[in-house]
């Protein structure tokens, strides 16, 4: 139950640890070790150091570390999945899915890794150049800070560490204060398995101060932060020179078209909006829909919607579980009743108890309304009436965020107009814009953040080219 310091391949019992409270039942779950500004500091410290041996090791034996642990995580996935479930409150059969995908992006990266290379250059191909022979080639960055959030604390951790491990990087990690156990216990794996590097992974927890910390000291070459808009400006102001990835979360929205399947539409939109209690990045949040349409897609909503089974995470049925924290949950509530007395119609009643928030779908809501143009994580949709796909272009566009979007259509000239003109990460066709495969390249644009994860892009941003001559 105690989520202690891993300072490199010792692990570290402190003399004070902060309680997790479950945020279905109130109880205690966890314990993480109280830490210190010098806590990341010493742990940077001996990753500068590992970070030199790491970048030796063959790697045939960081591939083999990764498989380890993969394996070993599906020997215990139900134990993984019930401390999740504890933590966050994530309903048992997803926290069962999100162990499952960690184990994949685990294997992902060590497969991408086999087979990333360089090229070789033709450094004779202008008339000032000559003969030589000249490639370039993938090195590790050294030291890697990664900065992980509570909404998935397994599966978003594993894609910060597997690709900068097997890498050849050393890596320090500040987990999420919501999720310490979880992310201990992964981190246990790695540190305990008999093809790990020597203290090439370190665990330190704590807040502002921690983070500031880490991010600002002169040792990690890349930090990775999943989490809010204004952490993460925090975290570019104070970097200073070094590569920061930052996936900051957005305002999911999608366009419902006058030839699309209403019934299947609505289907996806009630999980891309609900799934996980609204608590993703790219959780649905604004659905345009076509007049054409409006009323019939609004009704489909509402009966989709009513069919998601609320309640306690451990119950096999539950689709939708508590929010975090009971902060989200007035914060939810308030916005729905702000909207409410603004104009807007609550489609499904809204609804609270204690830390579950009901699924709300919202109709004849307005581009000023905070449901609609800032992120929300809480389980709530929003219906607008738009006059065609170019109406809904803009306003899907017109928006400080930009991760994913997706269209529900079967016109093909609408197909091809949404993937060159909606501003974002990702356009889906045909799906929630809550779709994600771990393959993929993620992230997004303006507030979204920048660069990219998925196993291949973050071993990209977690190495540098290095370029060879021999004449």
């Known amino acids: 139950m105690d989520a202690n310091v891993w300072m490199g391949s010792t692990e570290i019992r ?76 994530k309903p048992i059969t997803f926290a069962r899915s999100e162990v499952d995908r960690c184990i994949e992006t685990i294997i992902l990266s060590a497969e991408t890794m086999r087979t990333m290379h360089g090229e070789s250059i033709n450094t004779d191909a202008m008339p000032s150049g000559r003969q030589a022979l000249a490639h370039w080639r993938r090195e590790p960055v050294g030291v890697v800070v990664a900065i992980t959030p509570f909404n998935f604390p397994l599966n978003l951790v594993a894609h910060k560490l597997a690709p900068a491990l097997v890498s050849g990087n050393a890596v320090v990690l500040k987990p999420t204060p919501e999720a310490p156990l979880s992310a201990y216990k992964l981190a246990k794996l790695f540190i305990e398995s008999p093809f790990a590097v020597p203290d090439a992974l370190s665990v330190v927890y704590g807040d502002a101060d921690v983070g500031s910390a880490l991010v600002g000291s002169d040792i990690p070459r890349v930090v990775s932060f999943t989490g809010s808009v204004g952490v993460g400006n925090t975290i570019t102001r104070s970097a200073g020179i070094k590569k920061v990835s930052l996936e900051l979360g957005g305002n999911a929205a999608t366009f419902i078209d006058a030839s699309a399947d209403l019934e299947y539409a609505a289907s996806r939109c009630a999980i891309g909006a609900f799934v996980n209690s609204g608590q993703v990045c790219i959780s649905l949040q604004r659905i345009y829909v076509d007049a054409a349409v409006y009323d019939e897609f609004a009704r489909k909503m509402g009966e989709a919607t009513s069919k998601l089974v609320v309640g306690s995470p451990y119950e096999e049925a539950t689709f939708l579980g508590p929010l975090i924290n009971d902060e989200a949950a007035e914060r939810a509530m308030n916005w729905v009743e702000s909207a409410i007395n603004e104009g807007a ?68 000239a609408h197909t091809t107009k949404a993937i060159d003109e909606l501003d974002c990460g990702g356009v889906v066709i045909n799906d929630m814009p809550t779709l994600r495969f771990d393959i993929q390249p993620y992230g997004g644009v303006k507030f979204s953040g920048v660069g990219r994860e998925g196993p291949r892009f973050a071993i990209e941003e977690m190495t540098e080219i290095k370029s060879i001559v021999i004449l």
């Open 345 to 412: 119609r609550a489609l499904t009643p809204p609804r609270r108890d204690g830390r579950i928030f009901y699924p709300c779908v919202m109709a004849d809501v307005t581009e000023s309304m905070k449901i609609v143009c800032e992120e929300v994580f809480a389980p709530i949709v929003s219906l607008v009436r738009v006059d065609g796909i170019d109406d809904a272009i803009e306003r899907m566009n017109n928006s400080p965020y930009g991760l994913q979007f997706s269209v529900f259509t079967n016109n093909l």
């Open 14 to 89: 402190k003399s004070q640890y902060v309680e997790r409270f479950s945020p279905y039942d109130g109880r205690v779950v966890s314990r993480a070790a109280q830490c210190d500004a010098e806590d990341a500091r010493n742990a940077l410290v001996l990753a500068q150091k590992a970070a030199i041996a790491a970048k030796r090791i063959p790697l045939h034996q960081r591939c083999h570390w990764l498989l380890d642990v993969a394996q070993k995580l599906k020997e215990e996935r139900e134990i993984f999945a019930q401390t999740v479930c504890d933590e966050v409150g």
